[in-house]
């Protein structure tokens, strides 16, 4: 029999829909009952592709001795945390401040007043390694509930307390300058693994933002450091196993510093993010390397991840069926090299083992290898590589494929238009910009939909029930931003104007402070505020990018202002965690340029279009447009004639532009190119 789960829209709620587990999704209804029964409630969060979270369910929510023990003593509610981030984020913090740790699942214990009292994240079935067996710790929290109330209350008091008074200094004195991006730079360098590429030890996550952030540097300063960083990190993980040698794409994380076994899973967000930062290291290099991966990437995000409905799924687990029918992570991608001469014969078999890293003892579990370039195979055939890759891949194709989360986060679609419309516009690929446009499309018509508020997520075109978060309404901006840039439509410009007038009204506070819910949104027990980078850019400085960016375009003297004082917030930790802020160190590049405002009086797609969308510029805005309607769509293309019937481009910046010219490459070297 199927609880209330089964109404969701949630990939994840629904994988739980036939547990014998009574769920509740997170609502009042859901602690409306815990009062009435006088119990307390278990959250237990999770997100779909996550591996835990299914062994969990699998040893736990599945069985019926257990879940008859939580359905008598608890209102168990149970949260996805990509459709619902604010309660992620309020609980993670608890958990963290708590147990020193942090993850998924996430299991928390509370009153029916949404204070918790108890934590942890995955619970084994029997005890082992020190941790408690589920059941002990659901009679434990039993017996305090029912023999210790006031204790319970107590500490569910102080860890509210605790929260609340963790409000943030967020740096309202100036905005980052020369000096503090310096010393980011400085603290990069420390933390910079130069044997492998990347950033700090195992597990080794792809540093997309702090990858902007160097180029965006190296662009303005010309410092080489920078530059080289960025450069050798993306090769690292472009030849290691964290990215798919034969469908492209990137997976989650290394578990090691050499980048060689992931976490299989592939997030749209990380291919989104990564597939852009490559895109803009060939702009900066010409790579060829570089560009490879982009337009891979780009192609494995519109292959695997594309939705009926032209939006992109948010992720596909890392799990699925070996040979023998059971769920193994990474059966899908590994391979022996007994598997490849199945499919190649003796001879490309030895070639790809030799190429791709393929040992007998294996660098992953039971023999198999994760596919990579080690680069000690000397010169190679580059059309017999394309072959076997070719042969590999329909091979693989015919594996059980990995689960999909096909729920549409509106946050990661708009990081997946932006990628998709630039890359699409640097290397000459018109459909990606179509793919871009469709997303854009569907954000507008089912995520805007008759309300002019963001939903966060949608599932088969249906808009699920949450509110979008800040990182929402800063990333979608971003995206729309992107293709306003690339196709020269003025809407695209309108919609973002729209979304970042939201902003101010709803997520700014004090001294340019912002918030991750809107001021009208459920109250949980603290209102999450997080101005750091996580897998993704923090709402806080995805929303400082799009309003500068947005102030260039218009002239917008409150957006340009309030991107300036959520900028605060980078000066006072760019110099202290410089990993965690790179997104807002990015900004803060934008803003040290100018930005630049590049309007094109002549053809979108044309040479001087083209060559603004190539200049490096960090932030610089492109507006491109002909004819006496273009000044309409965009504000930065008014009075702007031609030179002599040709097409012209202006450049300005800090309130001064430079004179207009009609040679590409005088253009180029006016923006870094």
């Not at 960025?230 to 040698?245: E, K, L, N, S």
């Not at 997946?416 to 954000?443: C, K, N, Q, S």
Request: glycine share 10%; with cysteine.
């Amino acid at each position: 029999m199927a609880n209330r789960l089964a109404q969701t829209t949630s990939p994840y709620l629904l994988q739980h829909a036939d547990n014998p587990v009574d769920w509740w999704p997170w609502s009042p209804e859901a602690f409306e009952e815990a009062r009435k029964r006088d119990v307390p409630v278990l959250l237990s969060v999770g997100y779909a592709s996550c591996h835990w979270c299914h062994v969990m369910a699998h040893e736990s929510f599945e069985d019926e001795t257990v879940a008859d023990y939580l359905n008598a003593h608890f209102v168990p509610v149970k949260v996805d945390r990509e459709e619902r981030p604010d309660v992620d984020a309020v609980y993670m913090e608890a958990v963290q401040a708590a147990t020193g740790h942090g993850g998924w699942p996430m299991t928390v214990f509370l009153t029916p007043d949404a204070e918790p009292f108890y934590f942890g994240t995955y619970f084994p079935p029997e005890p082992r390694h020190g941790s408690p067996s589920f059941q002990q710790v659901l009679e434990g929290v039993t017996a305090a509930w029912t023999d210790r109330r006031d204790e319970v209350a107590e500490v569910a008091g102080r860890i509210v307390a605790d929260l609340a008074g963790r409000s943030l200094v967020h740096g309202g004195d100036g905005v980052p300058g020369e000096s503090e991006v310096a010393q980011a730079l400085l603290g990069l360098t420390r933390e910079y693994d130069e044997q492998h590429g990347g950033f700090g030890g195992a597990p080794k996550f792809p540093p997309a933002m702090v990858v902007e952030f160097l180029l965006r540097h190296y662009a303005r300063t010309g410092a080489e450091g920078a530059l080289q960083m960025a450069a050798d990190t993306c090769t690292a993980m472009a030849r290691g196993g964290i990215y798919d040698q034969l469908g492209g794409g990137f997976a989650r994380y290394s578990v090691d510093r050499e980048w060689i076994v992931p976490h299989f899973e592939k997030m749209l967000y990380d291919n989104a993010l990564l597939c852009r930062v490559y895109a803009r290291l060939w702009r900066t290099t010409g790579s060829d390397e570089a560009r490879r991966i982009a337009l891979e990437t780009a192609d494995f995000m519109v292959r695997e991840l594309r939705t009926a409905e032209g939006g992109f799924a948010s992720a596909l687990d890392a799990d699925s069926e070996d040979a023998e029918g059971k769920h193994v992570e990474g059966a899908f991608y590994v391979w022996t090299p007994a598997q490849l001469r199945e499919v190649l014969g003796e001879d490309d078999a030895a070639f790809a083992a030799a190429y791709f890293g393929v040992t007998e003892e294996g660098s992953f579990e039971e023999g198999a290898s994760v596919l990579r370039l080690p680069g000690d195979a000397g010169p190679v055939d580059a059309a017999r590589v394309a072959d076997v890759r070719a042969r590999l891949l329909a091979a693989r194709d015919e594996r059980p494929h990995p689960g999909r989360d096909d729920k549409v986060v509106a946050a990661w679609n708009g990081l997946a238009i932006a990628a998709l419309a630039e890359t699409g516009a640097y290397f000459d690929r018109p459909d990606l910009v179509e793919r871009a446009t469709e997303a854009a499309d569907l954000l507008v018509r089912v995520h805007l939909g008759e309300v002019a508020r963001l939903t966060r997520t949608s599932k088969d075109g249906r808009a699920g029930d949450n509110a979008g978060v800040l990182e929402d309404y800063g990333d979608v901006a971003e995206g729309f931003l992107a293709l306003a840039a690339v196709t020269g439509e003025g809407a695209w410009l309108e919609f973002a104007g729209f979304l970042l007038d939201i902003v101010l009204e709803q997520f700014t506070g004090e001294g340019g402070q912002l918030y991750d819910t809107a001021h009208d949104a459920e109250q949980l027990i603290r209102r999450p505020q997080d101005p750091t980078d996580s897998a993704t850019p923090s709402g806080w400085t995805a929303a400082a990018g799009a309003l500068l960016s947005y102030a260039a375009y218009t002239g917008s003297e409150a957006h340009r202002t309030a991107a300036e004082g959520a900028l605060g917030v980078v000066k006072a930790l760019g110099p202290r965690v410089p990993r965690f802020v790179g997104w807002g160190l990015a900004v803060a590049e934008a803003l040290l340029d100018g930005p630049r405002e590049v309007a094109v009086a002549g053809p979108v797609g044309g040479e001087l279009h083209r060559t603004a969308l190539l200049g490096r510029a960090p932030g610089a805005v492109v507006a491109a447009g002909e004819g006496p309607g273009a000044g309409a769509e965009f504000p930065l293309l008014v009075d702007r004639p031609l030179l002599g019937g040709e097409p012209t481009a202006y450049v300005c910046r800090h309130f001064v532009c430079d004179a207009p010219t009609t040679d590409a490459g005088e253009l180029a070297a006016k923006l870094g190119g």
